[in-house]
């Protein structure tokens, strides 16, 4: 069996509650034990122990596989945050409000984000049909690559 890469869980456990980047973990395991750790390790020990994710993957909120020119964009930065809301995550004030103004937008255009990766613009608003039930147009096939690494068995 390989040796343990994990020195001290306690204090890995600690790091996670203080909202360490798994950058942050690589390099300080890199600098303290002389260990090298890929940001993958991290999110495997926080699965395994049971520990709260510090972002949102919401699959029925960002179905699509966003192409990476798109994934800087507004909208899709704000379903992000959507994510976290739901998930119950902290959120800082400022983004709080623009959420809230965001949400205060689509209420008033009465409009749902769509997402078409063959454009340039990638993501629209589109208006809301009878069979919009959320904050997005639905696709008819969910294509997102990355699950959310809670729901393994799924």
Do not use: C
């Amino acid at each position: 069996m390989p040796a343990k890469k994990i020195q001290d869980e306690d204090e890995v456990i600690r790091w996670f509650q203080e909202g360490w980047t798994y950058d942050e973990m690589s390099a300080e395991y890199l600098r303290k034990y002389n260990i090298e750790m890929k940001p993958s390790a991290w999110g495997n020990f926080r699965y395994r122990k049971g520990l709260a994710r510090r972002i949102a993957r919401d699959d029925l909120l960002i179905p699509w596989a966003v192409k990476r020119e798109h994934r800087s964009l507004y909208p899709l930065m704000m379903l992000r945050l959507e994510g976290r809301k739901r998930a119950g995550l902290p959120m800082d004030d400022d983004k709080a409000k623009r959420l809230e103004s965001w949400h205060r937008m689509l209420k008033e255009e009465n409009a749902v984000v769509h997402y078409e990766p063959d454009t340039e613009e990638g993501f629209f608003y589109v208006p809301r049909e009878a069979a919009d039930e959320d904050i997005i147009r639905k696709p008819e096939k969910v294509t997102t690559l990355r699950r959310n690494a809670d729901r393994r068995d799924s």
